[in-house]
């Protein structure tokens, strides 16, 4: 059911396809035939029922989001350019560490 949905909607990745494929199976039954295709127990085509699927949940057929994976691609590059004491005050900036609060801490100063 899963390639069925794939090869009607290309554009949709996996986690997507499988969710859909889940949602047609619930709400249309579908059979495969002896000539290994998808029959809807409604009658209607594939392309019908996605389509319905589509209007119902559209959020399933939009491409994804920007993924955490290629942001996180993006800062690791961000990151790579800068100076070790720009990158080491920006990853910990949030906590109050900065190049003078290290550079007395290596002194063995108190903070």
């Known amino acids: 059911m899963k390639a069925a949905v794939q090869r009607a909607a290309p554009g949709v990745t996996d986690a997507q396809a499988s969710d859909i494929a889940r949602r047609v199976i619930a709400a249309d039954q579908p059979e495969i035939t002896s000539e290994a295709e998808v029959r809807l127990a409604s009658g209607e085509t594939m392309a019908d029922a996605l389509g319905r699927h589509a209007q119902a949940a ?4 939009s491409p994804p989001e920007t993924t955490v994976h290629a942001t996180s691609d993006a800062a690791r ?18 906590v109050g560490v900065t190049g003078a609060w ?8 108190v903070q």
Do not use: I, Q, S, T
Not at 104 to 109: M, Y
């Open 58 to 61: 559209p959020h399933l057929f």
């Open 77 to 94: 590059a961000k990151l790579k350019a800068m100076k070790a004491a720009d990158r080491l005050e920006a990853a910990n900036a949030a």
């Open 102 to 109: 290290v550079r007395e801490f290596r002194k063995g100063r």
